[in-house]
């Protein structure tokens, strides 16, 4: 049991490149999230999704986007990048549903470098 | 919009002693579910305790537990006999309740309490 998984761990970009980074969970979990954390500011929601084919935005979606085409596996996308978008990104999921006291279990966490 | 506030940006303490932890937190709803979470310089981010703010009692994990304070919107972690491996980033989380999309909505975390271990 995996658990939650991310591509890749590192990644270095120019600005104006793409990427998209994966999330892949093994646990059937319905919920899953995109976070990032910057320096001296905790983590913040990018974007999450409530079900496969489902997503919606967080509190900082812009210049992202997501898909959740199978349940296990979640994409965020960066289409063109920015240095401002440099940060450490994780994933994370919980099974959902009515019972909130459901624990997040996060991912590794990418660090992302955008020159 | 919900807001987690942590007042200290570093902590720290010696071995074998004890150390707590401030969070408080704004919300307008009377249900809802909080969290302390470990990040080690591993980045893992790691799940401490939780609490609901249903229960009065508070949370205990071990040498972990909690101060919660719901009239005050306070939710402090006291870490008894501090070990060396407790070294790490400290995050509070709040968690909406369910019937407002809670869960689905994702937390809403502190910037971080960075703890330092003296040995």
């Known amino acids: 049991n995996a658990g939650v998984t991310q591509t890749p761990k590192f990644r270095v970009l120019k600005t104006g490149q793409s990427m998209t980074l994966l999330c892949a969970q093994d646990m059937n979990h319905e919920y899953m999230y995109w976070y990032r954390q910057d320096p001296g500011m905790g983590l913040r929601l990018i974007h999450y999704?409530?079900?496969?084919?489902?997503?919606a935005k967080g509190e900082v979606p812009d210049g992202y986007n997501v898909s959740r085409l199978k349940k296990q596996n979640f994409l965020l996308g960066l289409e063109s990048a920015a240095p401002s978008q440099t940060s450490v990104y994780f994933c994370a999921s919980t099974p959902g549903g009515w019972d909130s006291n459901n624990e997040q279990f996060f991912g590794p966490g990418t660090r992302l470098t955008v020159l | 919009a919900q807001t987690v506030t942590q007042s200290q940006p570093e902590m720290s303490v010696q071995e074998a002693e004890t150390v707590t932890l401030s969070c408080t937190y704004d919300?307008?709803?009377?249900?809802?579910?909080l969290f302390w979470y470990k990040q080690p310089p591993s980045r893992q981010m790691i799940l401490v305790i939780r609490?609901?703010?249903?229960?009065?009692q508070n949370a205990t994990e071990n040498r972990f537990s909690v101060n919660f304070q719901k009239a005050a919107k306070s939710f402090s972690l006291k870490i008894s006999d501090s070990q060396l491996g407790d070294a790490a980033m400290y995050f509070c989380?709040?968690?909406?309740?369910?019937?407002?999309?809670?869960?689905?909505?994702?937390?809403?975390f502190g910037k971080g309490t960075h703890l330092i271990i003296q040995p």
């Open positions: 919300t307008s709803e009377s249900d809802y579910y």
């Open positions: 989380a709040y968690r909406p309740p369910t019937y407002s999309g809670g869960g689905a909505d994702g937390l809403t």
């Open positions: 999704s409530v079900g496969e084919g489902t997503t």
């Open positions: 609490q609901e703010a249903y229960k009065q």
